[in-house]
T-cell receptor
Framework: GEEVAQTPKHLVRGEGQKAKLYCAPI?????VFWYQQVLKNEFKFLIS????????ETGMPKERFSAKCLPNSPCSLEIQATKLEDSAVYFC??????????FGSGTRLTVV | RKEVEQDPGPFNVPEGATVAFNCTYS??????FFWYRQDCRKEPKLLMS???SGNEDGRFTAQLNRASQYISLLIRDSKLSDSATYLC????????????FGTGTRLKVLA
């Protein structure tokens, strides 16, 4: 499709619960990126993929966050044992090289 | 110095006004730049790409000043629908296609 599809739109989890977010990139886009947007518009890079391979994971808090992009499946971002500070909007984006990202509509995660 | 800096605003302007915002970047080797528009916590949408001296698209003009390391976005004849946050984005140069985002400039166009 011509849009990046993210699900769910909203997710509420109690502290310590697991959260799993999904992203279907635009068909034909080789790169997938995950960003976390917290208050005051700060975008924090988490991880990127080139097809199903991790391209850059320098932003991932590795002890609780993991991500995958498997063939013929949506990409996923999973947070084990969520904390209050994980509350944010998580945006997925896809692109072809340096043409500029197309963002999904985001998943708003609220940890209570 | 932050890698990408923007005045957070808000810029409150009347309909029909011309408004401009600047974005400064720290890495002099940066080659490409983007302006994205973000409405009220929705996804950022690409407004303009800037690869050389500038770009123009209708009422929107982006200009690049390499000597002073800033890009500007000029909006002419502002519409109510232009109210949004404008994000300045500079790709990191590590070859990872990772973006560095400014914190955004908030624009409110008033009737």
């Amino acid at each position: 499709g011509e849009e990046v599809a993210q699900t769910p739109k909203h997710l509420v989890r109690g502290e310590g619960q697991k959260a799993k977010l999904y992203c279907a990139p635009i068909k034909g886009h080789s790169y997938v990126f995950w960003y976390q947007q917290v208050l005051k518009n700060e975008f924090k890079f988490l991880i990127s993929f080139q097809n199903e391979n991790v391209f850059d994971e320098t932003g991932m808090p590795k002890e609780r966050f993991s991500a995958k992009c498997l063939p013929n499946s949506p990409c996923s971002l999973e947070i084990q044992a969520t904390k209050l500070e994980d509350s944010a909007v998580y945006f997925c984006a896809s692109s072809q090289m340096t043409a500029g990202y197309t963002f999904g509509s985001g998943t708003r995660l609220t940890v209570v | 110095r932050k890698e990408v800096e923007q005045d957070p605003g808000p810029f409150n302007v009347p309909e029909g006004a011309t408004v401009a915002f600047n974005c400064t970047y720290s890495n002099s080797a940066s080659q490409s730049f983007f302006w994205y528009r973000q409405d009220c916590r929705k996804e950022p949408k690409l407004l303009m790409s800037v690869y050389s001296s500038g770009n123009e698209d209708g009422r929107f003009t982006a200009q690049l000043n390499r000597a002073s390391q800033y890009i500007s976005l000029l909006i002419r004849d502002s519409k109510l629908s232009d109210s949004a946050t404008y994000l300045c984005v500079v790709p990191e140069l590590s070859g990872t296609y990772k973006y560095i985002f400014g914190t955004g400039t908030r624009l409110k166009v008033l009737a």
